[in-house]
């Protein structure tokens, strides 16, 4: 069966394709290259020995993404990862974001309305929920105003999905919402690699233990939480790629319950931000050199993930702990430095 990944170039996405061609399925990838590279092909295919066919085609160009849909009339399924993704940079420029994530979703949704049975993953994030009234956080859990442009489209694109389903009964959909994608492939053949200056906290360690940042900021310890610094809930990015891939199967054999069903992908358990990088020192043998600074505007104070729908009814859960998420992504640091 052939499945379409958009931005199957990126982080997550290179990981998911890893994933689906373990579990037998032809990959396709559309990525404009925008924050990725071709490069990543070798990587995956030194993985599995199976290098996917790769289309640069930017998703806002209507008519080749029409032209894709008809050449590849046999895609079974999608799974949309392309879009930005910087919630500091989606507030300096928002109508990119508009522009990129909804546009771009909005022309899929009308190609996957013309198929006579539609399959589609959407990587949503656990940002449409803000700062949640209470922990852990279910899929029932109210979606509060988005904090930045970026949180925006993904409740909007969730929207988007959801109506279309509701006028399109061939067409399933599931949401996924992410909580904090960490860590790289046991190979190290693929990883995170974040453009600039890193805005997420483990790529940042990383290349602060690599000698590339001078100190990593840590935002803020006067939070409510036990040693005053923010807790997310930190997830291995193969675990989450192994989500997808169960997620899409669930569709392939409609297994699904409703035509647009919404899951959260986390561990369960909140890390701190002084944990982390305990773990990081823990696992790398190596004090890390941080300081801590004034708060991040926009940061909430807590967020980790109810698990038990994803448990029960896609009969996944993460089995990669905080060490080895660190672990990968710091053996991952140093090989890409390395080179
Ligand atoms: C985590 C914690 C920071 C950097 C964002 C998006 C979310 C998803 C994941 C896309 C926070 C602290 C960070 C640093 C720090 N992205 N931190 N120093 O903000 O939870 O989530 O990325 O889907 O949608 O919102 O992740 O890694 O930026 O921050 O102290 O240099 O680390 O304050 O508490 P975040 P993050």
């Known amino acids: 069966m052939k499945i379409l990944v958009t931005g199957g170039l990126g982080f997550i996405g290179s990981h998911t394709v890893v994933e689906l061609q373990n579990e037998g399925y032809e990959v396709v990838i559309i990525d404009n290259c925008s924050n990725s590279s071709e490069d990543v092909l070798v990587g995956i295919e030194n993985i599995t020995g199976k290098k996917p066919f790769f289309e640069k085609i930017d998703l806002r160009d209507r008519k080749k993404v029409n032209d894709f849909f008809k050449k590849h009339s046999d895609v079974a399924g999608v799974i949309h990862f392309a879009a930005s993704k910087a919630v500091g940079e989606s507030v300096k420029i928002p109508l990119t974001y508009y522009e990129n994530n909804i546009g771009t979703l909005v022309y899929l949704l009308q190609e996957l309305q013309e198929k006579d049975d539609a399959n589609f993953i959407f990587s949503s994030s656990c ?121 899409l199967t669930r569709l392939l054999k409609n297994k699904n319950k409703e035509n647009y069903e919404v899951f959260n992908l986390g561990t369960g358990t909140g890390s701190s931000v002084l944990e982390v990088i305990k773990s990081f020192e823990k696992v790398s043998e190596q004090s890390l050199n941080y300081a801590i600074v004034d708060r991040r505007e926009g940061d909430i104070t807590a967020a980790y993930a109810d698990t038990t729908l994803a448990n029960d009814e896609l009969g996944w859960k993460a089995e990669l702990d905080l060490d080895e998420a660190m672990r990968t992504a710091w053996k991952w640091e140093q090989k890409v430095r390395n080179k």
Not at 171 to 195: C, D, Q, V, W
Not at 213 to 224: A, E, I, M, N, T
């Open 127 to 247: 940002t449409v929920y803000g700062q949640a009234d209470e922990l852990p956080i279910t899929e029932n859990a109210p979606v509060k105003t988005a904090e930045s442009p970026y949180g925006n489209t993904k409740q909007i694109g969730e929207e988007i999905i959801r109506d279309t389903c509701k006028v399109t009964p061939k067409l399933k959909a599931i949401a996924l919402r992410y909580f904090n994608p960490i860590g790289a492939h046991k190979s190290t053949e693929i990883g995170e690699l974040p453009l600039g200056v890193p805005q997420n906290l483990v790529p940042f360690i990383t290349q602060t233990a690599m000698g590339l940042r001078d100190k990593l900021s840590v935002f803020g310890d006067d939070y409510d939480t036990p040693d005053g610094t923010c807790i997310r809930d930190y997830i291995h990015v193969v675990d989450l790629a192994k989500a997808h891939v169960i997620a």
